[in-house]
């Protein structure tokens, strides 16, 4: 069975920073894309950023390019998600996702639980 568990959530202040890590297992991932959903109170679920768990491509939605960076250890099967000069609109909950085949920006095949991230001003 797969699972995706997020943890390093929190409550921080505006231009602070946060690190979230997801632990992936269940399945050998190494032809899967990872990747960070996020929805905010009232939005709908919205693409953050991916890896490809083979060749570490990365690809970034454009309100946090330059911000955040997605990256991956290999032996402990595990994406991190490395949030800096974090804005209110970045609150939101963060998703850990993962997707076999096609582009994980279209969706996911599975989904963490999601952790709370909140940015005050």
């Known amino acids: 069975q797969v699972q995706l568990v997020e943890s390093g959530g929190g409550l921080v202040q505006a231009g602070g920073s946060l690190r979230l890590s997801c632990a992936a297992s269940?399945?050998?991932?190494?032809?899967?894309?990872l990747g960070w959903f996020r929805q905010a109170p009232g939005k709908g679920r919205e693409f953050v950023a991916s890896?490809?768990?083979?060749?570490?491509?990365?690809y970034y939605a454009d309100s946090v390019k330059g911000r955040f960076t997605i990256s991956r250890d290999n032996a402990k099967n595990t994406v991190y998600l490395q949030m800096n000069s974090l804005k209110p609109e970045d609150t939101a909950v963060y998703y850990c996702?993962?997707?076999?085949?096609?582009?994980?920006?279209?969706?996911?095949?599975?989904w963490g639980q999601g952790t709370q991230v909140t940015v005050s001003s």
């Open positions: 890896i490809s768990w083979n060749t570490a491509s990365t």
């Open positions: 996702a993962a997707r076999g085949r096609g582009a994980i920006t279209f969706g996911a095949d599975y």
């Open positions: 269940g399945r050998t991932f190494s032809s899967y894309t």
